[in-house]
């Protein structure tokens, strides 16, 4: 059992950074790959990318609405995954959750919500125009 923590949500001016991170209970950290992704109001749960369990690998979604803009990474000393998030958009504008999975391996099946075994409770992005 894990339990994840999202913080570093708020309200951001378009064109400015946030960084989110995602702290983790347990002293399993670093067996989990860990994903995050994000829910606007009225669409679905969309997925960000993901990060493999020693951080070596990572994987985002395909279309260009975060490549090049948003980077994963963790730290499996302090039990946190982060998502640095560049020139925001109006758009960018969601909640957005961290998810831990038991898969041992990074694949392209991260994109997809049921890969993930844990979920935390979301922290609200707000993007100002």
């Known amino acids: 059992q894990v339990q994840l923590v999202e913080s570093g949500g708020g309200l951001v001016q378009a064109g400015g950074s946030l960084r989110l991170s995602c702290a983790a209970s347990?002293?399993?950290?670093?067996?989990?790959?860990m994903g995050w992704f994000r829910q606007a109001p009225g669409k679905e749960r969309e997925f960000v990318g993901a990060?493999?369990?020693?951080?070596?690998?990572?994987?985002?979604a395909d279309s260009d609405s975060v490549k090049g803009r948003f980077t994963i990474s963790r730290d499996n000393i302090k039990n946190t995954v982060y998502l640095q998030m560049n020139s925001l958009k109006p758009e960018d504008a969601a909640v957005y959750y961290c998810?831990?999975?038991?898969?041992?391996?990074?694949?392209?099946?991260?994109?997809?919500?049921?890969?993930?075994?844990?979920w935390g409770q979301g922290t609200q992005v707000t993007v100002s125009s």
């Open positions: 998810a831990a999975s038991t898969n041992a391996v990074l694949t392209t099946s991260a994109r997809y919500s049921d890969w993930y075994a844990y």
């Open positions: 347990g002293r399993t950290f670093s067996s989990y790959p």
């Open positions: 990060i493999s369990r020693g951080g070596g690998s990572t994987y985002y």
